[in-house]
């Protein structure tokens, strides 16, 4: 790792926790960007809707093997 990079990791450790989760966030993202096509804005618009939702606790999260077994099991 470089000075500019471990500066910056340096750095981004004394933000407070939500701070380094929104970084961290950010950075993970632009990870997956180069691969996946461009989102319209109305995509991006419900992904923010659904993850407001998420975080209010307005929804009920289910288990997603849970989801698949129930789904394989009434093609069977």
Request: net charge negative.
């Amino acid at each position: 790792m470089n000075i500019t990079a471990e500066k910056i990791v340096t750095d981004a450790m004394e933000l407070p926790p939500a701070l380094r989760a929104f970084v961290a966030e950010k950075l993970i993202e632009s990870l997956d960007e180069s691969d996946s096509l461009p989102l319209s804005a109305q995509w991006k618009e419900e992904i923010l809707r659904r993850c407001a939702e998420i975080d209010k606790n307005g929804v009920q999260l289910r288990d997603v093997d849970a989801i698949f077994k129930k789904a394989y099991a009434s093609l069977t």
